[in-house]
């Protein structure tokens, strides 16, 4: 459940961050959720191959671990696009202020 609350605020800011790059917000949202399910699936399936079904907490560790890391990896790829560009900014090229 705290996930959820979790992944709801992280939304929340990568539609703000990608508003600000002039992209959708909505997009990006939805990327950041599928995203988050695959990367906590695939880190659990790959921890109980690791671990074993017997350790369980560390397979949920490390399926958190996967999920939080997809949150880091798509801010650092939005932060690197450019922001968007404003018609006011480009009409005053050049002029005096």
Do not use: C, H
Not at 5 to 27: E, M, N, Q, W
Not at 34 to 55: H, P, Q, S
Request: proline share 1%; no cysteine.
């Amino acid at each position: 459940m705290l996930e959820i609350v979790i992944l709801y605020f992280l939304t929340k800011k990568i539609g703000v961050l990608a508003a600000t790059k002039g992209l959708s917000a909505g997009r990006w949202k939805l990327n950041l959720i599928m995203a988050w399910i695959v990367a906590e699936l695939l880190g659990a399936f790959i921890a109980v191959i690791i671990f074993g079904k017997d350790n369980l907490f560390s397979a949920l560790l490390i399926a958190l671990a996967s999920a939080v890391s997809t949150y880091f990896i798509i801010v650092n790829y939005l932060t690197k696009m450019p922001d968007a560009i404003d018609d006011e900014d480009v009409n005053n090229i050049g002029r005096e202020q």
